[in-house]
């Protein structure tokens, strides 16, 4: 209604009259709340809320579970109230950059693990630089680049994978998710020894799921993992059915006969040890 | 892997070259044993519809596992226009217990290559694709090598034998899991993404490598092309099955006198195959169980031993054909603790673009491990069923659709012995630890 009407002094205010009027006789939106109570989502979390047990006594033990899976790392241990009892502090999240530095959990003086700090260390963007250039800046030949730049730096740093997103224009998390669903594609760095086991039926009769639990026990990781001490890597290998009285065993690529469970768990805790000699098994 | 002789009576067309001619030597020699015979024969004076027809006739079917007819696949590709169509061939061999499309590979290069030209030539594809696992460093350099001889004999490059046709053809070593082996995320690798299957339909012959028709095939599956063209789909179709009709490679590993690979007719029995093929169950031993299609195969009891080598009669008891491996069981194995650890492969090796598969594929190495170690809970049965049921429900691909395939019929045929892991808690083959073994069941 933007014609010779809207000219017409007093118009607004009718238009605006008229809302009213529509609003007066549309149903009413407010919930009588004590009486009546709205259905939640399942899903919905609200405000975090101290629970107290029968005789009133706090049941939070301040472990900073919450404050730790927290992912913008607004929640917060601290403060007593009048009956000196611990409460949660949280706040809006404008500051939360400032707050990861002063969380609960740094100030509480235990060592923080801190992948997100570690992974972004810098690298010399030198060799990848060169890469880019000789692989033409073409995000239809990310593998090569992913393997190339892996052979460079000998792992996939994280720095590496955001300097190639930029230069090729490919989304960050597309890479990462190239970079993660190919097995050969690593982001630990430094050489580490390789023990491959053998998955296939074949082997599986012959006893390689024992010998595989033994693996991951004394490596303390599951096939495509490292070791915590990034000493040896589990990986799969394959027999292609060849196997015929034990399950294959690889060290770094070379098959290593009579491997049993218990052969299988001491090899891989004296490499971790430091003190395997490769071949003589 | 030992090439081992076929059952009395099997032509011999996929295994019929190998030996005669040396793989590294020159093209020559091949000339010699009778490779690119066809292709010289038929590119100039056939065709495309003709070869597209006689493949259709013949009534191939692909030797990837699914079994799909492959002269509708052709066709369904050939129908659809776009500027460039591809041909790949899928030579990745996912299964990790089998190696008979490497030995193919790696003994008949020539074979695949010709194969692939005919394939190309009959849907009017361009380019075409031979996918090597990346580390089966044989097989990639023999059949590059076989594909630059045909191009200096002008048998593919641009304007082959003078027909007009450009046929171009590339092999890649393609790096990856398992899963790599199926056809969509064998497309999604070769074009450098994240090695996730994709919705079908649309199929690859509609849209597949950079949304172009493309047809995948086996390397098996192209190999038999070449004789279909040479000798007639009528001569193929009286081969095995009719509905199924021509030959495969089988392997037979396990608890037999002769593990081996050999060609055989399909249609013909399992049972009889382990005799002829492998020579038997190992002395001492006593069959138990065959595991048949790899590590989503089935687990079939002696007495379902009749079932004929067909993607149908094997689908009816719960086992695939899939890679054509079979792994003999004796008495000395667990079932319960093999058919977890297939889980467990298959959960290891999931992309996880399906939760179902991601997370239930775990859930169900679980319920076998529990079972494996004496902890079951009394609800773990009906779980078990509930479970896969929904993962083969959410299949995006062949390894989720067949990866509840060796508990499903480990509980379907030895349900004795499941009935003892669940409820029991003792292992009558003596293989689990923790449990109570059966008093004299383990020598």
């Known amino acids: ?281 | 892997m030992e090439l081992r002789r076929s059952p009395k009576g099997t032509p011999s067309i996929l295994l019929s070259r190998v030996g005669l001619y040396d793989p590294d030597g020159p093209l020559a020699e091949a000339h010699r044993a009778g490779a690119w015979t066809t292709w010289r024969r038929t590119a100039p004076t056939v065709s495309p519809q003709q070869i597209l027809r006689a493949v259709t006739e013949s009534g191939l079917r692909g030797r990837g596992g699914a079994g799909y007819p492959t002269g509708d696949k052709w066709r369904a590709c050939a129908d659809q226009p776009a500027d460039v169509r591809y041909v790949v061939a899928n030579g990745f061999e996912a299964d990790p217990g089998a190696q008979g499309d490497r030995t193919l590979m790696e003994r008949d290069p020539h074979a695949i290559v010709e194969g692939l030209a005919l394939a190309a030539f009959a849907v009017g594809a361009s380019r075409g694709y031979i996918c090597v696992r990346a580390g089966n460093d044989v097989a990639f350099r023999r059949l590059g090598a076989a594909v630059r001889a045909a191009e200096d004999a002008g048998y593919l490059g641009s304007d082959v034998l003078g027909t007009g046709f450009d046929i171009h053809v590339e092999v890649l070593a393609i790096p990856g899991g398992m899963v790599v082996g199926e056809e969509t995320v064998l497309l999604r690798a070769i074009e450098n993404k994240r090695a996730q299957p994709d919705q079908r339909p649309p199929y690859p012959s509609r849209r597949g490598l950079w949304d172009r028709p493309t047809v995948v095939n086996n390397v098996e599956t192209l190999a038999l092309v070449p004789w279909i063209v040479a000798n007639g789909a009528a001569m193929f179709r009286d081969i095995g099955d009719n509905l199924n009709p021509g030959t495969t490679l089988v392997q037979i590993t396990g608890a037999v006198k002769r593990p081996g690979i050999a060609e055989v007719r399909l249609g013909t029995a399992i049972g009889p195959l382990v005799e002829q093929v492998a020579g038997g169950v190992r002395a001492g031993s006593r069959l138990k169980a065959v595991l048949v299609g790899g590590p989503g195969g089935g687990f079939l009891p002696p007495d379902r031993l009749n079932t004929l080598l067909d993607p149908l009669a094997l689908a009816e008891v719960g086992a695939i054909w899939g890679s054509g491996a079979m792994v003999v069981a004796d008495e000395r194995t667990c079932l319960v603790e093999m058919a977890t650890l297939m889980e467990r492969y298959l959960s290891d090796e999931s992309c996880g673009k399906t939760i179902p598969c991601r997370i239930g594929i775990r859930r169900l190495y679980e319920i076998g491990s529990r079972a494996t170690s004496g902890l079951s809970r009394p609800t773990d049965p009906q779980l078990l069923l509930d479970l896969a049921a929904d993962v083969r429900d959410g299949a995006l691909c062949g390894l989720e659709y067949c990866a509840p395939n060796p508990l499903l019929t480990g509980m379907r045929y030895f349900a004795q012995e499941f009935e003892d892991h669940f409820v029991g808690g003792s292992c009558p083959a003596g293989v689990c630890t923790p449990l109570r073994v059966v008093a004299g069941a383990a020598q």
């Open chain 1, 1 to 281: 209604m933007s014609g010779p009407l809207a000219k017409l002094p007093g118009w607004g205010i009718a238009k605006g009259m008229l809302f009213t009027l529509y609003r007066f006789f549309s149903p009413k939106v407010t919930v009588q709340y004590p009486e009546v109570v709205q259905e939640i989502s399942p899903k919905h979390r609200g405000r975090l809320i101290l629970l107290y047990d029968e005789a009133g006594n706090l049941k939070c033990e301040t472990c900073f579970q919450c404050a730790m899976s927290c992912p913008i790392e607004i929640i917060d241990m601290g403060g007593v109230d009048t009956k000196n009892r611990y409460h949660v502090h949280w706040g809006p999240a404008e500051q939360y950059a400032e707050r990861r530095e002063e969380s609960p959990l740094r100030r509480s003086g235990r060592p923080v693990p801190d992948r997100s700090f570690q992974a972004w260390r810098s690298i010399d963007l030198g060799p990848l630089d060169r890469i880019l250039v000789e692989e033409d800046y073409d995000p239809r030949r990310m593998l090569r680049i992913l393997e190339r730049t892996q052979q460079a730096y000998d792992h996939l740093p994280v720095a590496a994978l955001q300097h190639i997103s930029h230069a090729t224009g490919a989304w960050y998390s597309e890479i990462y998710g190239i970079a993660t669903s190919y097995p050969h594609l690593r982001f630990e760095p430094g050489r580490v020894a390789e023990i491959g086991i053998c998955r296939c039926p074949t082997c599986v009769m012959l006893g390689a799921g024992r010998v595989r639990q033994a693996l991951e026990e004394a490596l303390a990781t599951e096939v495509g993992g490292v070791s915590p001490d990034g000493a040896v890597r589990l990986t799969g290998v394959e027999c292609g059915g060849e196997s015929q009285n034990e399950p294959l065993v690889a060290l770094d690529g070379q098959t290593q006969p009579g491997m049993t469970a218990d052969r299988a768990r001491e090899l891989a805790t004296s490499l971790r040890a430091g003190t395997a000699r490769p071949g003589a098994a």
